[in-house]
């Protein structure tokens, strides 16, 4: 019996590790970015709305090359042939990769040039290039360069006194060619890359690099200039850190950013017109291969649409504005902490104010009964961040801080760097991490005397404690004093701060240490539980699904009959609706509101067990990261997510449902019987009490 059971588990472990049962990582997430680019002809968005999602295209696609191509070709390097589990090498991933970029540079040139000059020109919002140009005042021209653009230009002269000199990733160079020999302009972010020149009936913008080319010879006085051309590179921005040979890992990765700015070039975007022999001289000098090479007809760096956006005054050409709310339990009180001791209090953020969270902070800064606050920083606001000014007054008025701020946030680490050294000359406790493993938990634990004893609260959530990224990331989370979940989070900071080497906690699960067991054995019990008169269920709610251990588990519950809905924002390596996966469903929202909350709902024999935390199911978030799920054990509040999940799950205007064959398509394509109905609007009107017709 026993080695017959062996043999049916041999057996299904061969079908689960087929590869056309798993969608390459890298390809998933290309196409997420297609879904953010086909929003930018969306028309329930308006035209600035629009535009917004053609500039996040270009911005993903620039931290795409970044860090995900640039480690693929770290492995090529490196001479890795193995494949994945979707059956595909680093090289051959690699070639995917370029085949489908430029397929989508295509599709983004013929939605800004096709749908959305066009729409701007008749809103009376012009870009002049070329003849049109001429338009404009020379001397309205001449006068911006002189006093604002020239002082900031240093030409560079490239001959063999004056070789290639280090160029920045994603900095605009204009190539210029002279009649005796060649020079480089870079030109300086700071500079708008759209310059603004209105009328009194029309919003005018000049590219940076049209402006500059009009006077160019300004910048060669007595030299012939023959033409010039736009260009950028990326580089790779990964940043490798060995800590087990860390003295100081925050001079350690001091010194890491600095190399970032010289990493290898990962690509080139050139102008279509820049001639064959500058491009290969640019290979030459600068290292890369001819398939890094993107040229770009028209204009370059349209992740910089912003400039557009923030400067015209058109309020009916953007998303109507919105106050998030402050659920009602919290308005008009004057203790925060009796409150939470009451209840719990669940926060979807932004349709829910983020000002509960800093005044949970401020308020136990202030608190002459507070004794300690210990929090986790991962991403937070820059100097004007009101957690981190709390946390300094906790300090000044002789509380215990401590404070886990992750050094290794990628592209945060600056601003984590400065703020762990002002944090640290104000006299918090600072911790920078763990050895190998980042800290991606969002938790803050307060110390409170009352009485003759302690209690302790908590804030726990699926998003950074960041005021801005709070109106624009949809995030869940909790106010609690559950002395359970508290306790636990208690013994978490320890474990973090002295690497205690614990297991296992009372509510909490913790990564690495057993969420990913934990989250197994709520599938096996959704499988072992799961009958046709008591149906088992799972709700996902997460930003990315990967993790191949978890995919097998997804499909043995889907060959057993749990039904399975995933709400995937990004990447999906789980291939639905095969004969493994017949009853799983893929949806992804793409919104004015990036999906960033994470809800784990699981149901059999008529229980609901809900999670949240911020674990999405990728080996790095299971494996190489702390992360922690907490239930949501409150009926009220468990309640209130799963209505969270289930609205997501009904919306048909900003879906899109993947298909077996790992297309997504839009639901309403799909469905087109169903009514238009957008969760995010829901979310809104449910706050402001508005019927669904003024959203």
Known sequence: MGQSLRLQNSLRNLELNRPELYTNRELSWLEFNARVLEEALHEVHPLLSRMRFLSIFYSNLDEFFMIRVAGIKQQIRAGVRERGPDGLTPRQTLSRIQERVRQLLARAKEIFYERLLPALEEEGIIIYQGRRLNRLSKEALR??????????????????????????????????ELKDGSALVPIPHVLPRFVPFHSSHRYGFVPIESLIGIFLEELFPGKKVKDHYLFRITRDADIEISEAEADDLLVLIERELRRRRLGAVVRLEASAAMPPETIRFLMEELDFEPEDVYEVEGLLGLERLWDIINEVDEPSLLDRPFVPSVPSVLQGKSNIFEIIAQNDILLHHPYD??????????????????????????????????????????????????????????????????????????????VYGMLGLKIHSKCALVVRKEGSGLKLYAHLSTGNYNEKTAQIYTDIGILTADPEITRDLAELFNYLTGNSGQRSWRRIAVAPENLRETFLAEIDRCIAEHTPEHPSRIILVLNALVDTEMIKALYTASMAGVQIDLLV???????????????????????????????????????????????????????????????????????????????????????????????????????????????????????????????
């Open 143 to 176: 006068t911006y360069f002189q006093d604002k653009v020239f002082p900031l230009l240093t030409p560079l002269a490239l001959d063999s006194a004056h070789p290639m000199p280090p160029l920045r990733g994603l900095e605009y160079i204009l190539w210029v």
């Open 353 to 430: 104010s983020f000002a509960p969270v800093a005044e949970f902070i401020q308020t136990a800064a202030r608190d002459p009964n507070v004794l300690a606050i210990k929090q986790t920083l991962y991403r937070t606001t820059g100097e004007r961040s009101l957690i981190v000014q709390a946390l300094r007054e906790a300090v000044d008025r002789g509380k215990q801080v401590t404070v886990l701020i992750e050094l290794k946030a990628r592209f945060d680490e600056e601003t984590n760097i400065y703020w762990a050294k002002e944090l640290e000359k104000a006299g918090a406790n600072v």
């Open 569 to 695: 924002r990004s990447i999906c390596c789980l291939v639905p609706g095969t004969s493994v996966s017949p009853t799983i469903r893929v949806q992804g929202i793409v919104g004015r509101f990036l999906e960033h909350s994470r809800l784990y709902i699981f149901y059999s024999r008529g229980e609901w067990r809900v999670w949240s935390g911020s674990a999405d199911w990728m080996p790095r978030n299971l494996d190489r990261r702390v992360e922690i799920a907490y239930p949501l054990s409150n009926p009220e509040i468990a309640q209130k997510a799963i209505e969270i999940a289930e609205t997501l799950l009904a919306d048909t205007t900003h879906t899109w449902v993947l298909g077996p064959d790992g297309i997504y398509r839009r639901r309403r394509e799909l469905e087109p019987s169903l009514p238009p109905f957008s969760a995010q609007a829901e979310f809104l009107r449910q706050r402001r009490q508005l019927p669904r017709e003024l959203l």
